[in-house]
């Protein structure tokens, strides 16, 4: 049954507290959106696609919200509304910190689209809260308006005050809660601010009665011990947390240790061992090493668990390194789980590759490039632009080699040439190694890492006389073994003519390849 409006009055200290409630939901909203692509990560990872598909599921759920909590203000309660909306997002949240996992990895099981994957979890995820929490401003607009000479004033207020809250909780979780707390810990307690916030309302209206309370109670009691422990997929972690950039993780198994960032292997290091370059992509990078006559300058972006540099430290320790990487988490990792501390030869910057290739006066000898995973394709270190920067920090005589993680697809062949064909506006000589994953390793049948090596100059690394300044530096003790055995068995692709990819076009989904 319709209500019509008529004029109420509220001590002054309820507009105050209709106010916290805008706030608060406003914040809660865009705090659990950010999260979602915390949630989403382990699995699709944190692309374009995903993005896209959060802030898309987000803004339908609060369209259809604003709708939805406006008709039912018109026919009940506004209280009574505001009860129910907020309970109703504060215990799906709960559950979300408890199962959402879960819900994550079986999504991913039902379809493997980069598209309809992330747009899935992030419905069962976020699509609840979202639509009840929208629907709380209508509902308060309805109930806080009293005065309708002033409506316009009114409900401007209002709306202020909830987009402002919605600033604090995307600035507050982005910088600092989202690090203090962890993902799945700060989803449950915004469920706890949900439900107390729900049980507070539901005492404004005044139709608390016992026999309504104590199960209520207890079922949001229990729903609060189930969002504190949660259901976890992952295999156990020696260590995690969420940095500003992605989610680490660390775990053992068999004797190797495993650096995983959001959903990806980044580094594995053979714990008996721990120097030995442990996957063969990174044994056969240092045969760049031939490529110069007397290097001295050395640089690598992308770090990963150190590997790289803790190998270079070792066995080619006149060779003086700096080593670039964004996120300073894995920097910590790095000197904490996989033994890379950097010696005085040795200078770690926690920059932007880009940035750092900007502000550089330095040149170097050698350049390695590995910064792109299976799934996660910085576009702006692929991009003509970025090659360009590349070549001028290079030395005349100067040799970069980077890493592509690929596959057998036709979607990899296209991402492949592409950045083949981009790295080529920079550097006219490159040459292609595909070296397959370890055995050892569970990875996609036909997965294999690409190694571009790329210069001004023609390399000729099939010629005998590489091959013998291979052999001697193996005799040094200064190159890998199996770099031998690369250099005579790895194939080497033909690549047709790719796409261009520069810094104001490059498709995501070339970039993406099978991911």
Same mark, same amino acid.
Request: charged share 15%; glycine share 8%; net charge neutral.
């Given at each position: 049954?319709?209500?019509? /409006?008529?004029?109420?009055?509220?001590?002054?200290?309820?507009?105050?507290?209709?106010?916290?409630?805008?706030?608060?939901?406003?914040?809660?909203?865009?705090?659990?959106?950010?999260?979602?692509?915390?949630?989403?990560?382990?699995?699709?990872?944190?692309?374009?696609?995903?993005?896209?598909?959060?802030?898309?599921?987000?803004?339908?759920?609060?369209?259809?919200?604003?709708?939805?909590?406006?008709?039912?203000?018109?026919?009940?309660?506004?209280?009574?509304?505001?009860?129910?909306?907020?309970?109703?997002?504060?215990?799906?949240?709960?559950?979300?910190?408890?199962?959402?996992?879960?819900?994550?990895?079986?999504?991913?099981?039902?379809?493997?689209?980069?598209?309809?994957?992330?747009?899935? +979890?992030?419905?069962?995820?976020?699509?609840?809260?979202?639509?009840?929490?929208?629907?709380?401003?209508?509902?308060?607009?309805?109930?806080?308006?009293?005065?309708?000479?002033?409506?316009?004033?009114?409900?401007?207020?209002?709306?202020?005050?909830?987009?402002?809250?919605?600033?604090?909780?995307?600035?507050?979780?982005?910088?600092?809660?989202?690090?203090?707390?962890?993902?799945?810990?700060?989803?449950?307690?915004?469920?706890?601010?949900?439900?107390?916030?729900?049980?507070?309302?539901?005492?404004?209206?005044?139709?608390?009665?016992?026999?309504?309370?104590?199960?209520?109670?207890?079922?949001?009691?229990?729903?609060?011990?189930?969002?504190?422990?949660?259901?976890?997929?992952?295999?156990?972690?020696?260590?995690?947390?969420?940095?500003?950039?992605?989610?680490?993780?660390?775990?053992?198994?068999?004797?190797?240790?495993?650096?995983?960032?959001?959903?990806?292997?980044?580094?594995?290091?053979?714990?008996?061992?721990?120097?030995?370059?442990?996957?063969?992509?990174?044994?056969?990078?240092?045969?760049?090493?031939?490529?110069?006559?007397?290097?001295?300058?050395?640089?690598?972006?992308?770090?990963?668990?150190?590997?790289?540099?803790?190998?270079?430290?070792?066995?080619? /320790?006149?060779?003086?390194?700096?080593?670039?990487?964004?996120?300073?988490?894995?920097?910590?990792? +790095?000197?904490?789980?996989?033994?890379?501390?950097?010696?005085?030869?040795?200078?770690?910057?926690?920059?932007?590759?880009?940035?750092?290739?900007?502000?550089?006066?330095?040149?170097?000898?050698?350049?390695?490039?590995?910064?792109?995973?299976?799934?996660?394709?910085?576009?702006?270190?692929?991009?003509?632009?970025?090659?360009?920067?590349?070549?001028?920090?290079?030395? /005349?005589?100067?040799?970069?080699?980077?890493?592509?993680? +690929?596959?057998?697809?036709?979607?990899?062949?296209?991402?492949?040439?592409?950045?083949?064909?981009?790295?080529?506006?920079?550097?006219?000589?490159?040459?292609?190694?595909?070296?397959?994953?370890?055995?050892?390793?569970?990875?996609?049948?036909?997965? +294999?890492?690409?190694?571009?090596?790329?210069?001004?100059?023609?390399?000729?690394?099939?010629?005998?006389?590489?091959?013998?300044?291979?052999?001697?530096?193996?005799?040094?003790?200064?190159?890998?073994?199996?770099?031998?055995?690369?250099?005579?068995?790895?194939?080497?692709?033909?690549?047709?003519?790719?796409?261009?990819?520069?810094?104001?076009?490059?498709?995501?989904?070339?970039?993406?390849?099978?991911?």
């Amino acid at each position: 049954m319709m209500t019509t /409006p008529t004029k109420q009055s509220f001590p002054s200290w309820y507009r105050w507290w209709f106010f916290l409630t805008a706030f608060t939901t406003g914040g809660v909203v865009m705090a659990l959106e950010i999260l979602g692509s915390r949630l989403l990560a382990p699995v699709f990872g944190t692309s374009l696609f995903v993005w896209g598909a959060l802030i898309g599921v987000v803004l339908a759920a609060m369209s259809t919200g604003y709708a939805a909590g406006g008709w039912l203000a018109d026919r009940r309660s506004p209280g009574v509304v505001l009860t129910t909306l907020l309970l109703g997002a504060g215990v799906w949240t709960l559950m979300l910190a408890g199962i959402g996992q879960p819900v994550v990895f079986t999504v991913s099981q039902w379809t493997a689209d980069p598209r309809l994957g992330p747009c899935l +979890a992030a419905s069962v995820l976020l699509g609840v809260p979202a639509f009840c929490l929208s629907g709380v401003l209508p509902a308060l607009l309805r109930l806080a308006i009293a005065d309708m000479g002033h409506l316009g004033r009114h409900t401007g207020g209002m709306i202020a005050v909830s987009t402002i809250g919605s600033l604090v909780g995307t600035w507050g979780t982005s910088f600092f809660l989202l690090t203090w707390m962890g993902s799945l810990k700060l989803v449950a307690a915004l469920g706890v601010v949900l439900v107390v916030l729900g049980l507070c309302w539901w005492v404004w209206t005044g139709r608390v009665r016992a026999l309504v309370v104590i199960p209520v109670v207890i079922c949001l009691g229990v729903a609060i011990l189930f969002g504190f422990h949660p259901i976890l997929i992952q295999p156990p972690a020696i260590y995690q947390e969420d940095s500003p950039y992605q989610q680490v993780r660390v775990r053992d198994e068999k004797g190797l240790r495993f650096l995983v960032l959001d959903n990806t292997f980044h580094a594995i290091m053979w714990q008996p061992d721990p120097i030995r370059l442990a996957l063969p992509y990174s044994q056969m990078m240092m045969a760049v090493l031939g490529l110069h006559p007397d290097p001295k300058e050395g640089l690598i972006l992308g770090h990963g668990g150190g590997s790289l540099a803790k190998w270079l430290q070792k066995y080619w /320790p006149q060779l003086h390194m700096d080593v670039v990487v964004m996120d300073p988490s894995v920097v910590k990792v +790095a000197e904490e789980f996989f033994e890379y501390t950097p010696g005085k030869d040795h200078q770690v910057f926690v920059q932007d590759a880009r940035v750092f290739l900007r502000h550089t006066e330095k040149q170097y000898d050698i350049i390695w490039v590995d910064v792109f995973a299976r799934h996660q394709i910085p576009f702006h270190l692929t991009t003509e632009e970025f090659f360009a920067e590349l070549r001028k920090r290079l030395s /005349p005589k100067g040799v970069i080699a980077v890493n592509l993680a +690929a596959s057998d697809s036709e979607l990899d062949r296209m991402r492949a040439e592409a950045v083949v064909s981009t790295m080529k506006t920079s550097f006219p000589h490159v040459e292609t190694f595909s070296i397959p994953g370890p055995s050892w390793l569970r990875t996609k049948k036909g997965s +294999a890492n690409l190694i571009f090596f790329a210069a001004s100059d023609p390399l000729n690394m099939r010629s005998p006389e590489f091959a013998n300044t291979t052999i001697e530096l193996l005799n040094q003790g200064k190159m890998p073994h199996e770099v031998f055995t690369f250099l005579s068995s790895a194939e080497s692709p033909e690549w047709q003519p790719g796409l261009i990819l520069t810094d104001d076009f490059s498709p995501f989904n070339i970039l993406l390849g099978s991911g």
